[in-house]
């Protein structure tokens, strides 16, 4: 801004000069002209950077009429203000910047005087969240409440404060963002969990496979799985995604239904816990050996002509037997 500055004397003045006779504070004024001699005008343009409440311009007494006469005293102007230093931001802060599923952060804004005509619904721009109304006391430190969006997550934001406030003196102010802060309120989901043999005897092994949608963190597949008639060999994964462990059956056990479980309290890097448990699908455990539980013949005493019955009796269906190739006859 300028100010058109106007000096008008009671009549024509010689030797007049207002770059000699008048002294300007936090500005410059341009040399003032007349057509009469009466009446000077000129233009003040303020100094840069300054921020002063008092200031005057002050006519001296060095100046004659056109007799040569001097005035009786110097001259000033009403007071005016001078205020060309634009509000700076001094801090731009969340109180978080790694958020995850049911974090909030508090946003700070600090500038270095108060404003004016400022709205953080307007001046600030948000990214993956929602930024409440900030308010303050003194116009000066403003603060509002950032809530992430759901089911998003992305490690690169940061907020965006427009120049479209000014300080209450209506000088504009800059622009600034805050430092990065990391979204993340995707929840980690199993997108496999199975077993690499489902009928289990007596000597074998399953490999089991778990495989995250994402790395996790705190999982422990000791503490975090429940196991069925069976043990299973701590898990170890290379990338914290996929992860691989030998499950070995209990002996002694026939159990057609068995699963593995996995409980939710591990979480991904960002401590996002999964929505619900998860299981394999169902293996059955064998490893119960049959018996016989009698092996008998219909008469011990035998003649000619005679023919006895020989009953055997399993304590369970058997597979791939055959009297001719599985048992042995003498006479």
Do not use: C, H
């Amino acid at each position: 801004e300028t100010s058109t500055v106007t000096l008008q004397f009671s009549e024509a003045v010689a030797s007049f000069s207002s770059d000699d006779d008048i002294t300007v504070q936090n500005g410059s004024l341009a040399t003032m002209t007349s057509s009469d001699n009466i009446t000077w005008t000129g233009t003040f343009t303020p100094t840069s950077g300054v921020e002063d409440a008092e200031n005057v311009l002050t006519l001296a007494t060095t100046y004659t009429d056109t007799a040569g006469n001097a005035p009786a005293s110097a001259s000033t102007t009403d007071n005016y203000t001078v205020d060309t230093t634009a509000a700076t931001v001094v801090a731009f802060t969340l109180s978080d910047s790694a958020l995850k599923i049911g974090d909030t952060a508090t946003v700070t804004l600090q500038f270095s005087e108060a404003v004016a005509s400022f709205s953080s619904s307007a001046d600030i721009t948000v990214e993956n969240g929602s930024l409440a109304t900030m308010t303050t006391t003194d116009n000066i430190t403003w603060t509002g409440t950032f809530t992430p969006s759901s089911n998003v997550e992305d490690a690169e934001n940061v907020m965006t404060l427009a120049t479209s406030y000014t300080d209450t003196a209506g000088n504009a102010g800059p622009s600034a963002t805050t430092d990065n802060y990391q979204v993340d309120t995707v929840r980690p989901t199993v997108a496999a969990f199975t077993m690499s043999d489902t009928a289990l005897i007596s000597g074998e092994t399953s490999t089991v496979t778990l495989q995250f949608s994402e790395a996790v963190a705190s999982f422990s597949s000791d503490d975090d799985i429940t196991v069925q008639n069976g043990s299973l060999a701590t898990m170890t994964s290379s990338d914290n995604i996929t992860w691989t462990g030998t499950f070995t059956p209990t002996s002694g056990v026939e159990d057609a239904e068995n699963v593995l479980t996995l409980a939710t309290t591990y979480t991904d890097t960002a401590g996002n816990s999964p929505a619900s448990a998860s299981t394999t699908a169902n293996y059955e455990v064998d490893t119960k050996a049959v018996t016989v539980n009698s092996f008998t013949i219909s008469d011990s005493a035998l003649k000619i002509g005679d023919t006895p019955t020989v009953t055997i009796v399993f304590s369970e269906a058997v597979a791939g037997f055959s009297s001719d190739a599985d048992v042995t006859v003498q006479n």
